[in-house]
């Protein structure tokens, strides 16, 4: 590598080797284009595919008053001055296209990425308050994410958000963040109430001693057969009320019995058991704390499997009351709430502006005094930003509360909490499809592992010889059980519903977590038989990997953190994921073309030094996203 240009790629190298070149090509084309090299350095970016260089220039993006982009593009393209770090530009139309030299950039990625292992792509000074200064102080970020209700299974529908809240986490520590993991539980309201009348009706100690989730899960299922039957007979008698109303008839019967059939239904003596658990009786607290404490221990052990963990256990119980009764006094002086039938409600539909008018109305506090999901929210987010003064607050939420957390927000900012609301981030996503709590048609998350790993265990015992050579198998199983439910649900955009489908995320046809855990134990597997050491590859001449093979996978290789950024970007875990299975293809293409075992022994330290740079950037990928890569 030639010395004058060293510093483009030295500058930069721990973080992210690509804006080395960007930089380099930013301040050659400045002179030229009569454009600053910070604007030129925004607009380089790179290429769907390694035909159109590693950087791309869209030359109308500059605004250059004058000729045509494509004839401004050829003009540029031509005055491009030799490099020893880059090729003559290539033009396509109003494109410029910029290829690395292959040599120099096998030497500063192999030894990088060999280096750096575990840190290759992250740049931890993206968490500084000032990057510029280190002592500036990290920004903290609050990611919640899971959030189940207490003393229910933890079912598929649960897994969207903990994966996608795991790989979040994961990201901004990345990215230097000081993060706070945090799982909100749904442990109040009237829904508890619910849950503890249909324990006195139906409970049992010792099915609650050997299997608490399981039995809790149960009786829900039991007593929503109740309710559901109660709701339907109320909801048709009101609906004979309105028509009674529009005729101008007598309702008096009517109404007495719609109140006769509310005051006996479950949901009102859930209602009823919620007040007294909010009102301090003692009792109900006890079981509040029973079910509470039962249903963490067995959600930490299912985490656990998916190498998720939490920093706080936070829920709906621990927001105080004066932190509500705070928050509906602001809304009130701030002129947002008014009654409504003796209940307190914000009415957006009153604003000006139609995408707060299509919020409509949201209740803050029932007509019996009792506190709601959205008054608990406004008191604990307000509350975070008291105990932790975060920078940014992600939720990682179903699309299904859009509604719920846009109104959040808004209230938030419309009552002058912007030092919250300015920094709160929805992260929302589709549903998996085919469950439902209520009618117990749910697939329980631990049942699915089990499946999954009984299934891949079967396959492993399929190759005898390979089978022996693993140390436990079931565990490896596990392992890769658990990698083909995470991939599956990582597959397509966060925002797209899926089928569940047991038979789909088993397949190993495709894209899928097996073939990622494949791949990764292939490159374990060469390296065990070359038997090279640390020292060997340190040493190998990389002037050697002149194949096509081994140059496209290197120009991959050096892309790594500039995915990291794209997927701060995106937030999308699939951003990572696609990444990972378009190198693992050019890996697979590649085996037959650079053999290491067999060939001459330089050239065997030199391909051995690309395999194993490569492992690590799999194994940095499939650790962002939260599995566990396995070498065997």
């Known amino acids: ?99 690395f030299k292959p040599q120099p950039l096998a030497q500063h990625i192999i030894p990088l990425i060999l280096k750096e292992k575990q840190h290759y792509g992250k740049n931890y000074s993206l968490g500084l308050r000032d990057p510029k200064d280190p002592s500036s102080g990290q920004k903290t970020v609050i990611v919640e994410f899971s959030s189940p209700n207490i003393a229910k299974p933890f079912h598929a529908g649960h897994l969207r958000s903990t994966i996608i809240g795991g790989f979040l986490a994961n990201l901004y520590e990345a990215a230097g963040w000081k993060v706070i993991r945090m799982n909100y539980l749904g442990d109040w309201g009237r829904q508890f109430g619910l849950l503890a009348n249909a324990y006195q009706m139906y409970g049992d100690k010792e099915k609650l001693k050997t299997d608490p989730i399981g039995h809790l899960f149960d009786i829900y299922v039991q007593i929503n057969k109740v309710t559901g039957p109660e709701e339907d007979l109320i909801k048709e008698k ?51 704390r029973e079910f509470r404490d039962l249903s963490i221990a067995k959600y930490e052990k299912t985490y656990a499997r998916l190498n998720i963990h939490y920093d706080v256990y936070s829920g709906e119980s621990q927001v105080e009351m004066w932190r509500m009764d705070r928050a509906v006094e602001e809304l009130e002086k701030s002129g947002l709430s008014e009654e409504s039938k003796g209940a307190i409600i914000v ?54 509360q859009d509604v719920h957390v846009t109104q959040l927000f808004k209230i938030l900012e419309l009552m002058g909490r912007n030092e919250v609301s300015d920094k709160c981030v929805f992260v929302n996503f589709g549903m998996v499809l085919g469950m439902s709590t209520r009618r117990g048609t749910v697939k329980f998350l631990d049942d699915i592992l089990r499946d999954v790993g009984e299934n891949m265990h079967d396959v492993m015992k399929r190759n005898e010889k390979k089978y022996e050579q693993v140390e436990n198998p079931k565990e490896t199983a596990d392992t890769l059980g658990i990698s083909a439910v995470m991939v599956q649900d ?94 693992t293809h050019m890996l697979s293409s590649s085996y037959d073309h650079l053999q290491v075992v067999g060939s001459e022994f330089e050239l065997q330290k030199a391909r051995m030094a690309l395999y194993e740079a490569a492992r690590q950037v799999l194994n940095n990928g499939m650790r962002l996203l939260g599995l566990n890569p396995v070498e065997r």
């Open 1 to 99: 590598m030639a010395s004058t240009n060293s510093t483009y790629l030295d500058s930069n190298s721990h973080l992210n080797p690509v804006d080395g070149y960007r930089k380099k090509i930013a301040e050659d084309l400045a002179p030229i284009t009569g454009k600053p090299a910070a604007e030129i350095f925004e607009r380089l970016a790179w290429t769907q595919t390694l035909d159109k260089g590693d950087l791309t220039l869209a030359v109308p993006a500059l605004r250059i008053q004058g000729k045509k982009p494509n004839e401004q593009a050829q003009e540029f393209g031509a005055q491009y001055p030799e490099s020893s770090l880059i090729e003559k530009p290539t033009v396509a139309g109003s494109f410029i296209q910029f290829f």
């Open 238 to 288: 009101k609906e004979q009320l309105k028509q009674l109303e529009e005729r101008k008839e007598n309702t008096e019967a009517l109404e007495a019995d719609i109140a006769a059939l509310v005051a006996k239904s479950e949901n009102e003596k859930a209602r009823q058991y919620f007040k007294r658990l909010e009102g301090g009786d003692e009792e109900a607290r006890k079981q509040w």
């Open 347 to 400: 009415d957006l539909t009153k604003s000006k502006d139609k995408n707060i008018k299509k919020l409509g109305k949201a209740l803050v506090k029932k007509s019996d005094g009792s506190s709601l999901y959205l008054t608990r929210d406004l008191g604990e987010a307000v509350k975070r930003h008291e105990l932790y003064n975060f920078d940014k607050m992600i939720y990682v939420v179903s699309s299904q």
């Open 490 to 583: 990582m597959s397509g955009k966060r925002i797209n519903n899926y089928d569940f489908s047991l038979e789909r995320m088993c397949s190993f046809e495709g894209d899928t977590g097996p073939y990622l855990q494949y791949a990764h134990a292939r490159l374990c597997s060469i390296t065990r038989k070359a038997q090279l050491s640390a020292a060997d590859l340190a040493s190998a001449d990389l002037t050697l990997l002149k194949e096509s093979h081994a140059i496209n996978l290197i120009r991959v290789l050096a892309t790594w953190p500039d995915q990291l950024q794209q997927a701060l970007k995106t937030l999308e875990p699939t951003t990572v994921l696609n990444y990972l299975f378009k190198m």
